[in-house]
């Protein structure tokens, strides 16, 4: 049975993404990618929100057309592009698979057993892209794991992580990871409250 995770970068300040949704300040490198990818072969779904969903969709099938694209980045396009992709909109009314963007299906909303049935289906991870999708899988109990990478950068404005949580969720630390690069990965469970 796979389990619900989500993975983000943050600033140090808090923030995962900045004005009009840079994340250019995000401290990638090889080290990074060889990460993302280790996480993508454990993954069997990707779970979006419309948003995260279209900046992916814009941005991952062409990196495979690109000849300047690294080694690494090629690896995670097409894992992502391959990937089973779920998106939850209320505004969308279809989504369109491609060359190199397949296995897309649209949901219009989180419902707790469609989500035990998925997890049923599926032996590798079902990971949550999306700040405002993700506060609804916490909000519904939905969570197994959270991993945050804490970029040792601090920005001015953009969202907060998690902005819009409105009640506390206790977390049990799992593991922590430090990169050359100076980010740090945090992973926690989510505790249910007794």
């Given at each position: 049975?796979?389990?619900v995770?989500?993975?983000?970068n ?6 995962f993404?900045g004005?009009?949704h840079?994340?250019s300040?995000?401290n990638?490198d ?8 280790q ?11 419309r948003s995260?969903?279209q900046?992916f969709?814009?941005?991952?099938p ?8 690294s080694?690494s ?14 998106v ?7 989504v369109e ?7 897309v ?6 419902l707790?057993?469609?989500?035990e ?7 590798r ?18 969570i197994?794991?959270i ?5 040792p ?5 953009g969202?907060?992580f998690l ?12 593991e ?14 989510p505790?249910?409250?007794?």
């Amino acid at each position: 049975m796979g389990k619900v995770t989500t993975f983000v970068n943050i600033s140090v300040n808090g923030f995962f993404e900045g004005a009009a949704h840079d994340i250019s300040w995000h401290n990638v490198d090889e080290e990074f990618n060889l990460f993302a990818i280790q996480m993508l072969r454990e993954t069997g779904v990707i779970f979006f929100g419309r948003s995260t969903y279209q900046l992916f969709e814009n941005f991952w099938p062409l990196v495979t057309k690109d000849p300047m694209a690294s080694q690494s980045n090629l690896e995670i396009a097409n894992l992502i592009n391959n990937v089973d992709k779920i998106v939850f909109s209320k505004t969308l009314t279809k989504v369109e698979e491609g060359e190199n963007w397949k296995n897309v299906k649209l949901f219009h909303e989180v419902l707790p057993d469609t989500i035990e049935d998925l997890k049923q289906q599926y032996v590798r991870n079902l990971d949550v892209g999306g700040n405002n999708l993700l506060i609804n899988f916490v909000r519904l109990g939905l969570i197994n794991e959270i991993r945050v990478m804490i970029n040792p950068v601090m920005i001015t404005e953009g969202t907060f992580f998690l902005q819009g949580i409105q009640e506390k969720v206790r977390l049990k630390l799992l593991e922590t990871r430090t990169f050359k690069s100076g980010n740090v990965l945090l992973c926690y469970e989510p505790l249910k409250e007794i």
